[in-house]
C-alpha cells in the first residue's frame, strides 16, 4: 500500500526520471535531504541555521528539544507552510523548495490534531481521498481500512467534538495515513494526553510505524518519548542539531554538554584539562583533585571542559580501576526500586548517586561522607 | 435505589434533592438581584413604549369615548341601510357636547382620515348644533348636505370602531368599508407595500454588498500578526468616531453630480461633463451610504470567527491534498459561517429600519418604510397608522428570522 508516493501524486514526469536516474541505494537512504537550510522570521535572526541531515526510506526519526528551538519551524518547511530562508529541501530526490504543499503528499498530525469539526469522522477521513477524486466505494473502503489501523471502526458517525482526546488523537493518525502518504510527519501528537495514554499511542506508533514501512518525521520535546520511539534522534538547540544519532548513542555517548544535559539525568563537573593521553585526559578540578576521563569533545592542555556522569555509572566503595572521590550526602529519596542520593562532589552539590535497592544494599545518612568511584570510560570530557 | 423510596440526605438529615434546591434557589435569586435594575430600565423604557405604541395600531377610542351617543347608534347600524332619525338625533347630542368640551376638533380629525374633507363638516356643524331642532335628520341636511350621504355616515361607523383592524389593512394598501368588507386600495394610491418591497429590496442588497466586501477584509484582518491586524481594526472603526450624520454628509458632497465621484469619471473620461451620473437623491445614494454605514457590523463579528479559527485546519487540510481553493472552500468557510450568519442579521436587522440616511441622501426613489413611519408621527400625525406600518414591520421581521434560524439556525451565530 505504501507504493502510492508522494511522487506518483504530484504526477511531475521529470521527477519520476530525476527517481529512475538515482541508483536505488541513494534513494533508499537519502529520502528526505535537509541542505543547509536556514529560516528567518524577521530578518533579524536565524531560527534554523544551517540545518544539514539526510533521512533513509522509512526511518523514524524524532526532532527533540525545548521548545521555541525550531523544530516546529523544520517541520512546516518539509510540510511546505514555510519557506526556506536559504538552502534546499529534497524529497526522494527532487528539490521541494516550489512544490505547494497540497502536491507533495505528506501526511501531518498536528498537536492539536486539527480534525474538522464540521465534519463527522467518516467525513474527515475520506476528504483526503475526496480531493484525489476517488470512487466512492474506494473511499469507504480505505476509510475503513484506515479505522481499524487505528481500531476506532464504527466511530464514522460520530463529531470530532464527540470524542476524548485519546480518539481524536488516533483519527487524526488515521487521517493522516488513509490517502497512504509515505511520510508523515508529526508536530508533539501526543503532547495533550494524560502519562498512561501517551505511553500507550506511543507504542501504537511505533507498531504501525513498522507495520507500515512509512518513514516518519516526529517532533517532541519529551526525551523518553523520543528515546522509545526513534530509530534516530536529531537533538535541536537553538535552530542547530546539537547531534545526531540512535537512542542509546545519544543517551550513552553524549558529544557535547548541552546533549549530556538535556537526555537523561546528567552530573556535570567543570574542569581544567592538565594532561592529554591518548583519549583519556586527566582534568584537575577547582579543588584541587584531579580525575581522568575520555577525550570526546574537549580541547587541549589548559582548555576547560565539563566533565559528564550519568549516576547510574557511579558507583558506592573505591575501585582500584577506577577514579575515587569522596562525597557529602545531601539528600536521599527513596523512589522503591532504587534510593537517589545527592551529594555534593568537587563543588557540585547536585551530583546524583542512584543505588538499586537489592537486598543488602549499604546505607547512607545525610551528612555522612561517602567513597565513591566511576570509570573513565565512563567520564565524558566534553565542551565547557 | 430511587429517591422516593430511599432518598439520599444531607448531613443535617434533610434530603439532598430539597437541599440542592434551597442551594440553588438562593444562587438564583441573587443573579436575578443583579439583572433587577436593568430589566426594570429596559421594560419602563423600551417594552412598555412599543407595546403601547403598537396597541394604538389596533385600538382608537377616540371617537368612541368623544362620541358615545353616535357611537352606539352607529353600532346598530347596517352600514348600508338609510341613516335613522335615532342616528341623526344621537349625533347632534355629541356635537353639542363635543362643543362644549372643546374636543371636537380630534372628532372631526379622526372622521376626516376616513373620507377627506369631512373635518369643517364637523367643526362647522357642531357650531351651529345647539340651535338645531327635531326632525334632526332634515335640520342637519339643511346645514349641510353631506349629511345627507351615506358616504359621511360610513365613514363614521369605521372611526367608531374601538377595535379596528383599519390601519393595519391601510399599512397593506387595502381600506377597510362600514360594512366590514376589505377592498384594494386603487393602484395610484398602493405606496407601502411597494415601499415595503423596496425596504426589503435595500437591505438584502446593502446586506449582500456588505457581506462581499466584508469577508476579504476580515480575512486579512484574522490572518494578520495582531499588531497589524489591531491598527487596521481601528481603521475599520475609524467611522465610529464620526457622528452618522456627518458621515452621511460626506457622501453628499462625494456623490453629488459636481462631487468628487463625478468629477473623477468626467477626468478619466467615464462620462461627459453635461452627462453625469445620478448618485445621490435616489436609490443608488441609499444603497452606497448604507453600505458604507453598516460595513463594520459585518466585519467585526466575520473577524472575531475568523480569528478563533486556527491556522492548522487550512493546513491540514493541504497537506492532504486539497488546493487553495478547495481548503478554504471545504475547511475554512464552513467554520466562518457562525460569522457570516451573526453579521448577515446584524446588519440585515439594522437595515431594514433605517432611517436617516435614506432620509438624507435617498431622494424621492430611495425612501424606505422608517421615512413613511417617521412621516405619519411627524408629519400626518395619524400615529395609529404609523404604529401599525410598525407592527407590520415587526411581524416580516418576525417572520425573517424564523426562515433564518430554519435555514441556517439560530445556535449558529456567533458574536466574538
Ligand atoms: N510564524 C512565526 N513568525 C515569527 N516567529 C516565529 C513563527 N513561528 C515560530 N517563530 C519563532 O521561531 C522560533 C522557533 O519556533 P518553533 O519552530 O515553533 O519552535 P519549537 O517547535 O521547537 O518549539 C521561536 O522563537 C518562535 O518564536
Ligand atoms: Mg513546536
New binding site residues.
Partial sequence: MVEVSAVEISGVDKAKERRKTLSDASEKSEFVVFERVQKS??GETL?VKDLNLTMARGEFLTLL?P???????CLMMLAGFETATHGDIFLAGRPINNIPPYKRGIGMVFQNYALFPHMTVGENLSFPLEVRKLGKSEREEKVKKALDMVKMVGFEKRRPAQLSGGQQQRIALARALVFEPELILMDEPLGALDKQLREHMQFEIKHLHERLGITVVY?THDQSEALTMSDRIAV?NDGVIQQLSNPDDLYERPENAFVAQFIGENNRLKGTIESLNGKIVHVAFDDGCQSKALAVNCGGKGSRTTLSIRPERVALGWDEESNTTRGEVLELTYLGDHIRYRMNVHGNPDFVLRLPNTSGHAELAVGESAKISWKSEDCRALDP | MSDSVNPILAADGTPLKKKLGQALFRSRVQAFGLVVPLLAFVIVSFIVPIVVLLWQGIHDSRYAELMPGSTLALSKWDGITEPTEEMYSALVADLIEARKQKTIGKVATRVNRELSGTRSLFTSTARRAARLAAPYKDALVEVNVAWGEIETWQAMKVASRVYTPGYLLAALDFSLSADGTVTRKPENRRIHIKLFLRTLEISVVVTVACLFLGYPIAYLLSSLPLRTSNILLILVLLPFWTSLLVRTTSWIAMLQAQGVMNDLFVAFGITGDDDRFSLIYNKTGTLIAMTHILLPFMILPLYSVMKAIPPSYVRAAKSMGATDWTAFWRVYFPQSVPGIGAGVLLVFILAIGYYITPALVGGQDGQMISNIIDFHMRKSLNWNLAAAIGLVLLVIILALFWIYDRIVGIDNLKLG
Fill in positions: 522570521y524577521d531560527v528539544g521548545s521555541g528551538s525550531g523544530k516546529t519551524t517532533v535541536f
